[in-house]
């Protein structure tokens, strides 16, 4: 598949967020977060880097464990120099804001793009502290258990607007982000409390994060996909309009964030062309 190329492939990381792992066995791909859009991304030529962060961790500790892989994968690719695309999936949005900000990976980080990252939380991430962490006390036993579950009160609506006020972009970096929508009766069945949940308090939602909170620096769009689909976790038959194999939306995501970073800011923060898949946005209703 052609697509925009700045000259040497710029290397790209693939950053999972909450509960998201990744399982090998030797050379062997047992289970991959980004199944198909890891292969999409390095067949174009991409030196790839996937991290694997504790999946329930908040996010400073997710963070100094991404710069650790980031640092340590460049030096065994011999890009110790190079700067790199970092894509973040939900949580993992949070945790590369925090790292280029807080931990000194701004000269190593030449874009952000978070994809359906709850950048001033989610509602249902309030709704599960109340309702399960606070009223059935899960919180206390699993700290109890010394099980770190920082990332459910990371994610939360207060929490994430401090965050924002201690967490500043860096004025060096590119920051882009893609949301993602559908409505009530193509998500899961096990996510539409969710959906309702967020819908509710926030309007169109991925049946976990919401457009509006998903939105962040240059806003690339709104894919039509659930939160799952959004890394090619496709829980959902479609019948009608279907999105199927989300890849091809990260490689025109990864083209159009290279053809931004080759021209002028300034040019780059005009809207782009209508119609494109990238680009796509559907209302959801409820």
Not at 31 to 43: K, N, V, Y
Not at 118 to 144: E, F, K, M
Not at 258 to 267: F, G, N, S
Request: charged share 20%; proline share 7%; hydrophobic share 40%.
């Amino acid at each position: 598949m052609g697509g925009y190329s700045p000259g040497p492939m710029i290397p790209v990381v693939l950053h999972h967020g909450f509960m998201g792992l990744e399982f090998r066995a030797g050379p062997i791909h047992l289970m991959s977060t980004f199944p198909g859009i890891d292969r999409g991304i390095a067949a174009r030529g991409h030196p790839l880097i996937v991290s694997r962060v504790h999946p329930t961790a908040g996010v400073a500790t997710r963070a100094r464990q991404l710069k650790e892989i980031i640092l340590r994968q460049l030096h065994i690719l011999g890009r110790e120099h190079d700067r790199v695309i970092l894509v973040g999936h939900s949580m993992g949005g949070l945790d590369a804001r925090y790292m280029i900000s807080k931990l000194g990976m701004a000269d190593r980080v030449a874009a952000l793009v978070t994809v359906t990252t709850p950048h001033r939380g989610t509602s249902y991430a309030d709704w599960c502290v109340r309702h399960i962490g606070q009223r059935l006390r899960a919180l206390q036993l699993l700290n109890l258990l010394k099980l770190d579950m920082g990332a459910a009160l990371d994610l939360t609506t207060d929490h994430c607007r401090r965050f924002n006020e201690e967490i500043p972009d860096d004025p060096s970096v590119r920051y882009f982000s893609v949301s993602a929508a559908r409505p009530w009766h193509r998500v899961p069945a096990f996510a539409l409390h969710a959906f309702k949940v967020v819908y509710a308090a926030e309007g169109d939602n991925d049946c976990l994060v919401s457009v509006r909170s998903s939105t962040w620096g240059e806003h690339l769009g709104t894919w039509p996909a659930d939160h799952f689909h959004t890394i090619n976790k496709r829980l959902v038959l479609e019948l009608v309009n279907p999105t199927g194999d989300i890849t091809p939306y990260y490689l025109r995501m990864l083209d159009e964030v290279q053809r931004r970073m080759a021209e002028p800011r300034l040019a780059a923060l005009s809207p782009a062309t209508p119609g494109e898949p990238l680009l796509q946005t559907q209302r959801t209703g409820r």
